[in-house]
RNA sequence: GGCGGCUUGGCCAAGUGGUAAGGCGACGGCCUGCAAAGCCGUUAUUCUCCAGUUCAAAUCUGGAAGCCGCCUCCA
């Protein structure tokens, strides 16, 4: 069964056949980088970072183009009332976008191209509609898209301009043929930034930039276009109308759009003051469970952020690195490079239009049926279940490559999560009074360990149990297993 | 007002007309000195409600209720 993708043009899955035989052409809306980035863009980028992971992963040629939107109204804005130069601004959040984004495991896209750098490809494209009658100039400087011009608009979110006219929720502007069209070129105010035009010193709008790049990159026509559910309208539509208006054919096969992030199941907004911010996400979780937690939804549903999601994706992951930790110790073999069970089901769900969440399950699944086999196998899995288990392993090593998680050595994992705890307390220390309990290092957790197993020989009890609720309240967990007691963070 | 979406166990959640994945939680058990971790078992005769199509519907059609998003910058 081949891939199939949901299909924002027609509502529906479609079986999913690139225009050119093993090659896929995508380009998906990235950020307008006046501000620090949130977790609703973050889920965006991640989902079409898997995407992009899993179409590499069938073997396609992926060209991905993300492009940054650095010439825009906020940003003017932000820099007037900042004092920075917008240019100062722009670079600032790109910086930042990067950042974050690399520790999301997010690879950089194959170009990532910026508005202001193609200032000459956008003003020869609106030339083009002005030449083929889509688009007028009017004297003041401004440039707009003639939506009567073009008998498709709408066809991607399914209004026609008629129902919108009547809704009267579009401000009326007299330079306008029809409310409804829309800037490609707007006239700079003394003191804004601007580049020469035809029609005056000025600034692109928002739509024209991505007709402009994508054509750029990837022609006239290309697979794949995505960006978050917002966007259809009207950015999308726009951008439709502007490319398959100059070259007439079909401008994008599939448009795929994500859901939000909601925050304890409100949408994110000013008003209420809950924008949930990346950096303080991974001041709080590690990177991984951030991914994880993205992917744990299917990408076109909504996802609830909350503290209680956060800790069900975060023991979730503890569990699944605590199997390939166990597989790692009990198994001699090198993994076998054929791909097996667990596989097979992870393809078919993210075949099924990139369904990450199943494909999760099915992880958690080969999980707990490998650890049943771990059970009764004891010490010593024999040969069958050894080769079983380190399949599976194996299989997960190639499902980390697609989701970007699981990607670190389990004892690095452990490792850092007890890093992660021991900094935690000792940021504590201060605001416990029991500074003695607090500040604790790992060689006296070590020793207090020992102590506990030699009263446990003495058949001292209590004091080990002493010893144990000692730790326990600084949230350390001891494990008392075979090969001795383990200790972790809870 | 226009357009679109959602409603599945205590909670989160997948679900492609063929008889309800997975996770969390809870309870019982194995293991343990007792725990923890892991494992096993139990936890939806039923998928918001009503009607219809079908041998068969959570899945298709029509209607009702509730919730949400977009239509203005927005991932």
Redesign the pocket.
Known sequence: ?GLRVYNTLH?K?EEFVPLVKDKVSMYV????VYDTS????A???VVFDTIFRWLTQLGYDVTYVRNF?DV???IIKKANETGEDCTTITEKYIDEFHTEMDALNVLRPTIEPKATGHITHIINFIQMLIDKGKAYHVPGGDVYFSIESFKDYGKL????PE??K??????VDEKKENP?D?TLWKPAKPGEPFWESPWGKGRPG?HIECSAMSYEYLGEGFDIHG?????????HENEIAQSEAVFGGQFVKYWI??????IN??????SLGNFTMIKSVLEKYSPEVIRMFLL???Y?????YSE??M???S??L??IY??MD?VASATRMDGSPVKGELWDEFS??MN??F?T??A??????A??????L???AGQMPDDSSQNHLSCVLNDIKAISNVLGIFLIDPEVYFKNKKDKGMADLAASRTAVSDVCESAITEAQIEDLISQ?KQ??KD?D??R??EI?DQLQRMKI?????PAG?TW?FE
């Open positions: 069964m509502g899955k809306c990235g950020p307008t949130h977790i609703g863009h889920r965006s980028v939107t825009d109204d906020k979110s399914g209004r026609n129902d919108m009547a809704g009267a929720r579009i401000a409804m829309f928002w960006g978050g559910k917002d966007l259809i309208f009207p950015h759009h994500n859901g939000f992030v909601d199941n409100e949408k994110m907004s000013k744990s939804n299917h076109r549903s909504p996802i609830d209680d999601s800790r069900e994706v023991m979730g503890d569990r605590g199997f166990r078919e769900a099924d239009d369904n969440a199943k999760i399950a099915c992880v958690y699944d999980v707990k049926k490998g650890n049943k771990l059970d009764e506990r009263a446990r058949k009890f209590s080990a149990d144990r967990i001891l494990e008392d297993g007691t972790r």
